[in-house]
């Protein structure tokens, strides 16, 4: 597998995302922890932060091979990622898709292929422009993005606000 490019070192996930969007940031973290807390979701955030990049191609690949297992595969990384602290590594997320049907060969062949980082940033670069995506995670609802870094009153009420017009 190439190697991927790493995340900055040396500075906490907590201050990459108080920094990256504000200081609001930590209070919606938080309500939305609490929140998922109630319902039974533990989070369990791994310390690292990862480079996106692989899993974008991973997902991309999933859909184009198996579209009825992508979201398995989605839940399944991303589970591992926010509740069992697992690293987000391209390797971690090969065994990932091997477990949920994928061929392990062709998952490798698919990260392996020349410019595939370049390739990967384009699409989404080319898709956050196209739905206006300025930061994850993000929702579409119809054709109207909104940020889903969002306590969950909050996109209870976009929600409603929605499905009324």
Not at 34 to 44: A, M, P, Q, Y
Not at 89 to 96: C, G
Not at 143 to 154: E, I, L, V
């Amino acid at each position: 597998m190439p190697n991927w490019p790493e995340m900055p070192e040396g500075i906490s996930r907590h201050e990459h995302l108080v920094e990256k969007f504000g200081p609001d940031y930590d209070e919606i973290f938080h309500g939305i922890e609490d929140h998922l807390r109630g319902d039974g979701i533990e989070f369990k955030w791994c310390p690292h932060l990862c480079n996106p990049l692989p899993f974008h191609a991973i997902m991309e690949y999933a859909w184009r091979a198996n579209p009825e297992k992508q979201h398995e595969l989605c839940k399944s990384i991303l589970g591992a990622y926010y509740t069992k602290a697992e690293d987000m590594t391209p390797e971690n997320m090969v065994q990932h898709a091997v477990r949920c049907g994928y061929d392990e060969a062709a998952v490798r062949a698919e990260l392996a292929k020349p410019n595939m980082m370049e390739d990967m940033q384009a699409l989404c670069d080319a898709t956050a422009r196209k739905y206006r995506v300025n930061g994850v995670p993000h929702i579409m609802i119809g054709n109207r993005p909104f940020s889903g870094a969002a306590a969950p009153p909050q996109l209870l009420r976009i929600f409603r606000q929605q499905i009324t017009q």
